[in-house]
């Protein structure tokens, strides 16, 4: 442990200082899939109603599913972070929202209402436990007065996917129908987990580089005194 005095010197060393808006921005943006996906049903309920026919009750379980397994997971995706570690506890659950999406997806394409229920309880296994593994990402990342900051940009700016499928699913439904519609929040989903895989590796290679640079830091002191 350095002591207070050196540490602000340390700090500006290491590749975590440099590389922390890097990582933000990505951090920012691999939610940006979930936000655009969960809010699927809304954009789309006239016509998965009438083109499903189902009841407006029926047509709320989409909702309803997906919000089962979100009591939960905040809790229980904590436990796997700890026992999996963050990085690939991130890769897990972001992979289980793209099969969730892919459920959801493939059932658009087959008018298959009960698999899109279905992939909308998977969707929900992992998308609260992305959301915590972002938090926890950024808290290892940033310190003092820029935490509060990233915090707040990580829950501001995913909003953007709501907006973003609230003004282009609906037009991409009347031009593709249902399939290609929930295609596009899979291809997100997608490219969530390449940017979560690219998180991983500079994780893991920032740590293992700033390890480097704390020995040789320390052995600059010894030898100044």
């Given at each position: 442990?350095?002591p207070p ?122 998308c609260e ?23 707040s940009m ?72």
């Amino acid at each position: 442990m350095l002591p207070p005095e050196r540490q602000e010197a340390y700090l500006a060393r290491t590749w975590k200082k440099k590389l922390r808006w890097v990582m933000l921005f990505l951090c920012m943006m691999y939610v940006v899939s979930v936000n655009f996906c969960i809010d699927y049903p809304a954009s789309l309920e006239t016509q998965i109603e009438t083109q499903f026919d189902v009841s407006n009750s029926k047509y709320g379980l989409l909702y309803s599913y997906f919000a089962l397994p979100n009591a939960i997971m905040p809790i229980v995706g904590g436990v796997f972070f700890d026992k999996l570690g963050i990085r690939s506890g991130l890769i897990l659950f972001t992979s289980i929202v793209c099969v969730g999406q892919g459920m959801f997806m493939l059932g658009g394409y087959n008018m298959d209402f009960n698999l899109m229920l279905w992939g909308r309880i998977v969707f929900g296994i992992g998308c609260e436990a992305m959301i915590v593994g972002q938090s926890a990402v950024t808290s290892a990342w940033f310190l003092n007065f820029e935490l509060p900051f990233a915090m707040s940009m990580i829950v501001c700016f995913p909003l953007l996917g709501s907006f973003i499928q609230g003004s282009t699913i609906p037009t991409v439904y009347d031009a593709n129908g249902f399939g290609w519609a929930f295609a596009i929040g899979f291809i997100l989903c997608c490219a969530s987990l390449c940017m979560v895989i690219t998180i991983a590796l500079i994780d893991r290679l920032t740590n293992k580089a700033d390890d480097i640079i704390l020995d040789k830091y320390v052995d600059e002191i010894l030898l100044a005194n």
